[in-house]
């Protein structure tokens, strides 16, 4: 089940106040994050467009290059900047497909420098359900 349909689900809704509570701390560590972000949060709204193409594609003139689509998701800023992302969003594929994503991300910024410049960098966990098959 994707983080972000677990936030949003009932269970989810009971898991504040000791309901992360795991065996391993990282897992419950992770569950109170997603429910920090889905019951703090504030909302954001995705939309898609272009879709840059790395080399290795035999004939790149077949891929869509406008991946056109959207979703929602809901982001919580820490007091260092540092944010937790819950989102779920559509577009249209490299090969013109429906496909869906939804999941967690993490960025973290440096401190500002020269007039608030920042570096960030970060990761994501997501799952997808693509509705085309390539075959080789």
Known sequence: MPLAAFAASPEAANA??????????????????????????????YLTGYGWHIDGFDNRSELNPWSYGGGAGKHWTDADGNEDILFVFAFSNS?????????????WYTKPVLSGLQAGGG????????????HC
């Open 16 to 45: 504040g106040g000791g309901q992360c509570d795991y065996k391993c701390d990282w897992m419950s560590s992770a569950c109170e994050c997603v429910m920090r972000v889905a019951h703090d949060g504030t909302w954001d709204l």
């Open 95 to 107: 090969h013109h497909n429906f496909e869906p994503i939804g999941g967690y991300a993490r960025q």
């Open 123 to 134: 990761y994501f966990i997501g799952i997808t359900a693509r509705s085309d098959v390539v």
